[in-house]
């Protein structure tokens, strides 16, 4: 089994609609955090979680929210989504020392 | 702002060669810099990183350099293999303990 596992791997949703993307790790790590890669702009960070408790916006947080249901799982959703929300998200986790991430494999959003 | 930043969209090298990746950043307050290479499909993953109080790290065919004065970071493969062939980030973590800021990648190819 994967470290981060993220689901669904692919999604096309409408206009409006709401999402959900999940992500769980086993890597028993406090720190987590929600990327957006587009292309020929690198990854931007959207969310992060030091731990249960703390949730904290990253420098594209419009249009997003996040819960942190437990230590090993942190869901984005996107509450009405739009088309420029078309992009591959990816969730990764940390310890916090040497700032060394592990990463999901990506889902694949479309926006119609 | 992007505070890490890869100029070049893209390099090519030929195989057994040395392949030169380059970083640079704005921010004097970073403490760990990072490189990561991501396969299409999958999530990046972590390769080589460096402590902003030593100036190289080595790792293999991996070397990276850091020039605090010029705040500029390279990678360097040697001898490139075609299985090299991905996108490199570079990041950089705040010594605030932030989430870590990312370039926005260079594609490596490297040719038999």
């Known amino acids: 089994d994967a470290d981060v596992t993220q689901t669904p791997r692919n999604r096309i949703t409408k206009t409006g609609k709401r999402i959900m993307l999940e992500c769980s790790q086993t890597k028993g790590h406090d720190r987590m955090y929600w990327y957006r890669q587009d292309p020929g702009l690198g990854l931007q960070l959207i969310y992060y979680s030091f731990d249960v408790k703390d949730i904290n916006k990253g420098e594209i947080s419009d249009g997003y929210s996040v819960s942190r249901q437990a230590q090993a799982k942190f869901s984005l959703s996107l509450e009405s989504a739009i088309p420029n929300q078309t992009a591959l998200y990816f969730c990764?986790?940390?310890?916090?020392?040497?700032?060394?991430?592990?990463f999901g494999s990506g889902t694949r959003l479309t926006v119609v | 702002d992007q505070q890490v930043k890869q100029n070049s969209p893209s390099l090519s090298v030929q195989e057994g060669r040395i392949s030169i990746l380059n970083c640079d950043y704005t921010n004097s307050m970073f403490d760990y810099f990072l490189w990561y290479k991501k396969y299409p499909a999958e999530g990046p993953t972590f390769l080589i990183s460096?402590?902003?109080?030593?100036d190289k790290n080595e790792d293999g065919r991996f070397t990276v350099f850091l020039n605090k004065s010029a705040k500029h970071l390279s990678l360097h493969i040697v001898p490139s293999q075609p299985g090299d062939s991905a996108v490199y980030f570079c990041?950089?973590?705040?010594?605030?303990?932030?989430?870590?800021?990312f370039g926005k990648g260079t594609s490596l190819l490297v040719t038999p």
């Open positions: 460096i402590s902003s109080i030593k």
């Open positions: 990764a986790t940390s310890d916090g020392t040497t700032g060394g991430y592990t």
């Open positions: 990041a950089a973590r705040p010594n605030s303990g932030y989430a870590l800021n």
